[in-house]
């Protein structure tokens, strides 16, 4: 079975702080890819980053990073240094073979000036 | 330009309507999807279609009927509406039916049934 577990719900952090955003997946599949993607107040959904099972470099990219652990069945989203513009609902995703995509929760987030 | 476009943004309507909600991508892509979004936040996919062909088709009520007139465009025709049908809903494409694939959303459809 696929399941993508985002424990947090919501949270709060003071601009400029960082922020992890923790994403727990399961799956039975050895071939998968896991997916952050970013809900803003706007409503729409938009794509971040889309990482495969064999490949586990960490990912930076500006002041978002990405900690994939195959032996934790994690992939973590940090944001450095957080800005009012990244208040929004994140949610981390998990495709594999049968072409679905399995959604986690979602985390809020709002980034307090 | 919009790459995903959906219509109407806000649909507000009485029990026991149909309505349609429209969707049209200009990426070229050749898988669309639908997926509602409850009043928590849960995505869940109710179809996929490759090339105006059904290939994936959630525990959905009949009431909800997909139709792929050609491979941009996705609509989505729901029968007589229910309380339960609130959500928002979601269109989104890929460039083709793959796991790896990467999904562009629209804007996503309020609906609202009273």
């Known amino acids: 079975a696929q399941k993508v577990t985002q424990a947090q719900t919501e949270i709060s952090v003071v601009e400029k702080e960082d922020v992890t955003l923790d994403c727990v997946y399961e799956?039975?599949?050895?071939?998968?890819?896991l997916f952050w993607y970013k809900q803003p107040p706007s409503g729409e959904l938009v794509f971040l980053i889309r990482?495969?099972?064999?490949?586990?470099q960490n990912e930076i990219s500006g002041r978002y990073s990405w900690n994939f652990q195959k032996s934790t069945s994690s992939f973590n989203f940090t944001i450095t240094a957080s800005q009012v513009v990244d208040s929004a609902v994140y949610f981390c995703?998990?495709?594999?073979?049968?072409?679905?995509?399995?959604f986690g929760t979602g985390t809020s987030l709002t980034v307090i000036p | 330009d919009t790459a995903v476009s959906q219509t109407p943004k806000y649909l507000v309507t009485q029990m026991g309507n149909d309505k349609s909600i429209k969707c049209e991508q200009n990426?070229?892509?050749?898988?669309m999807y639908w997926y509602k979004q409850d009043s928590k936040k849960f995505l869940k996919i109710m179809f996929s279609?490759?090339?105006?062909?059904?290939?994936i088709n959630e525990t959905v009520p009949n009431r909800f009927s997909p139709k792929s007139p050609d491979k941009a465009h996705l609509n989505l025709h729901i029968n007589s509406l229910e309380l339960g049908d609130s959500a928002v809903y979601f269109c989104?494409?890929?460039?083709?039916?793959?796991?790896?694939?990467?999904?562009?959303f629209g804007s996503g459809t309020q609906l609202s049934v009273l």
């Open positions: 990482r495969n099972s064999f490949d586990e």
């Open positions: 990426l070229g892509h050749d898988t």
């Open positions: 995703a998990l495709s594999s073979t049968g072409n679905q995509f399995y």
């Open positions: 989104a494409s890929s460039q083709d039916n793959g796991y790896n694939e990467k999904l562009f």
């Open positions: 799956t039975r599949d050895t071939t998968y890819y």
């Open positions: 279609y490759n090339n105006k062909e059904l290939i």
